[in-house]
């Protein structure tokens, strides 16, 4: 993977959007909030920079694409 720069994590989701993966949040030693994208055909990943405010830091949520937005849900944040 080329530009793998992300934490390993657990508890996270991933989502798929116009043949890109894109994952959100899950927990490395503290919990994250960052949106990490990866394209597979390329073996590339970069983390996104988001406009506005970031949800809070969380894992074992769920989420979703709907139209360009992605949607949050749920998890635990301590």
């Not at 927990?27 to 990943?45: G, V």
């Amino acid at each position: 993977m080329k530009n793998n720069s992300f934490l390993a994590r657990w508890g996270h989701t991933s989502v798929s959007y116009y043949n890109k993966i894109y994952v959100f949040g899950g927990r490395f030693s503290s919990d994250l909030n960052d949106i990490i994208m990866i394209d597979p055909e390329t073996c590339y990943s970069k983390t996104i920079k988001v406009q506005g405010d970031l949800p809070k830091a969380r894992r074992r949520h769920s989420c979703v694409f709907v139209g360009s937005c992605m949607i949050i849900f749920g998890g635990f944040n301590g």
